[in-house]
Nanobody, 120 residues
Framework: QVQLVESGGGLVQPGGSLRLSCAASGSIFSINAMGWYRQAPGKQRELVADITSGGSTNYADSVKGRFTISRDNAKNTVYLQMNSLKPEDTAVYYC??????????????WGQGTQVTVSS
């Protein structure tokens, strides 16, 4: 099995910053794409940003220029630096990883989610 453990969520004022981390562990042969999704109350889960093992990134239009995704392949960890936060960024943020397991199976894993609340 593979576990994704997220950290770094919390309450922040508009204009503030937060950094999310997600560490993958377990029966990992390799990790392909890693990413962050979010789900606000009453809305569908949406992609925030993702990053390939080679470092290519993709962002939702709503976060371009404010959020930065990065990863440390040696630590199987992905980060999301969130700056200039807005109330509309409030959501549960989920880490996602496309993993090739030690049994050479491709599996999509999710973290448990971390709450980000942007409010004054």
């Amino acid at each position: 099995q593979v576990q994704l453990v997220e950290s770094g969520g919390g309450l922040v004022q508009p204009g503030g910053s937060l950094r999310l981390s997600c560490a993958a562990s377990g029966s990992i042969f390799s990790i392909n794409a890693m990413g962050w999704y979010r789900q606000a109350p009453g809305k569908q889960r949406e992609l925030v940003a993702d990053i390939t093992s080679g470092g290519s990134t993709n962002y939702a239009d709503s976060v371009k220029g404010r959020f930065t995704i990065s990863r440390d392949n040696a630590k199987n960890t992905v980060y999301l630096q969130m700056n200039s936060l807005k109330p509309e960024d409030t959501a549960v943020y989920y880490c996602n990883a496309v993993v090739t397991t030690i049994w050479l199976r491709g599996v999509n894993y999710w973290g448990q989610g971390t709450q980000v609340t942007v409010s004054s």
